[in-house]
């Protein structure tokens, strides 16, 4: 079965630092990979997707994602993170030409970014 | 162009009670889906739709039912609520072309069952 895991329930990182939020993916064949946001009482918001080509995916936000098949990992990673991007991140994919658009969840990452 | 529009934002139920929560949006998406989301638990897909007409089962289906009866709206219905189903309904969308469109959220359904 397809899974798609968030290894760390939460992230902590000061404002200026790096950010990483680390996704691991277990799909047969070359999977679709998503990243979405969501800030509190809000809906999800699209971060960036892996479909094909460039291995470093660039998205909203100031925000990329590369996608490594031999570790199969998707991490999202920001340069330098602001308080703003204080949130909860879901890595999130299905299988290339599964029926209904299934997407399959990480249990997703808080991320905390102090002043 | 509103995108995915959820209601109600907010709501309480009594144990055994029935509602339906509405989705539609105005993009002629031909896939609509319906999750719920739990702490810790991402989140699950309850059901789902590839056009109108036609619906399936997602990975939490039990207690829930659904409808498509046209392209833009595909609502929620809880027959008897149960505190099981308390959680958050994030109603989605998006184009049927292949499965690397982008999914569209609402903006949420906060639901408690007492």
């Known amino acids: 079965a397809q899974s798609v895991a968030q290894p760390e329930d939460q992230v902590n990182v000061a404002e200026g630092n790096p950010l990483t939020v680390k996704c691991t993916y277990s799909v047969s064949g070359n999977p679709y990979l998503f990243w979405y946001v969501q800030y509190p009482n809000r809906g999800l918001q699209f971060l960036l997707k892996y479909i094909t080509g460039d291995n470093l995916v660039k998205g909203s936000y100031g925000f990329e994602a590369e996608f490594n098949k031999s570790q199969t990992s998707f991490h999202l990673k920001k340069p330098s993170a602001l308080v703003s991007d204080s949130a909860l991140y879901f890595c999130a994919g299905f299988m290339i030409k599964a029926a209904g658009n299934k997407l399959t969840f990480g249990g997703g990452t808080r991320v905390l970014v102090k002043p | 162009n509103a995108g995915v529009t959820q209601t109600p934002k907010f709501q309480v139920l009594k144990t055994g009670q029935s509602m339906t929560l509405q989705c539609a949006q105005d993009?002629?998406?031909?896939?609509m889906s319906w999750y719920r989301q739990d702490p810790g638990m991402g989140l699950r897909l309850i059901h789902y739709s590839v056009g109108a007409g036609i619906t399936d089962q997602g990975e939490v289906p039990n207690g829930y039912n659904v409808s498509r009866s046209t392209t833009e709206d595909f609502p929620l219905r809880l027959l008897s609520a149960a505190p099981s189903q308390t959680s958050v309904y994030f109603c989605a969308s998006s184009y049927k072309r292949d499965s690397g469109n982008t999914i569209y959220f609402g903006e949420g359904s906060w639901l408690t069952v007492v």
């Open positions: 993009m002629n998406h031909e896939y």
